[in-house]
């Protein structure tokens, strides 16, 4: 199994960036994935997630209307588009790959997002 994060890396405040997470090694379309992030000294929060079917969205508060989560069941892939960038989003973000029905859990290595002028 495999999550393998990219698109990480330093922007200015109100910036955009795409993160991708490209899966292999399970079944991606029967999994709901999930972006997280952590920043220094801070424990890990959820930044949005994806249901694996019907594609149902959930964004943290501080993540609505800026940051849009996507999937691609062809490709494997989930997306987390950032917009209006601001420098408390500076974290290294992490997808996370959740079975309902098996309760398996996979984690990426994370991508390091900074912002910063």
């Known amino acids: 199994v495999q999550l393998v994060e990219s698109g990480g890396g330093l922007v200015q405040p109100g910036g955009s960036l795409r993160l991708s997470c490209a899966a292999s090694?399970?079944?991606?379309?029967?999994?709901?994935m999930s972006w997280y992030r952590q920043a220094p000294g801070k424990e890990r929060e959820l930044v949005a997630a994806i249901m694996s079917a019907g594609g149902l969205t959930n964004y943290a508060d501080s993540m609505k209307g800026r940051f849009t989560i996507s999937r691609d069941n062809t490709k494997n892939t989930v997306y987390l588009q950032m917009n209006r960038l601001k420098p408390e989003d500076t974290a290294v973000y992490y997808c996370?790959?959740?079975?309902?029905?098996?309760?398996?859990?996979?984690w990426g290595q994370g991508t390091q997002v900074t912002v910063s002028s």
């Open positions: 090694g399970f079944t991606f379309s029967r999994y709901d």
């Open positions: 996370n790959a959740y079975s309902r029905w098996s309760a398996r859990d996979y």
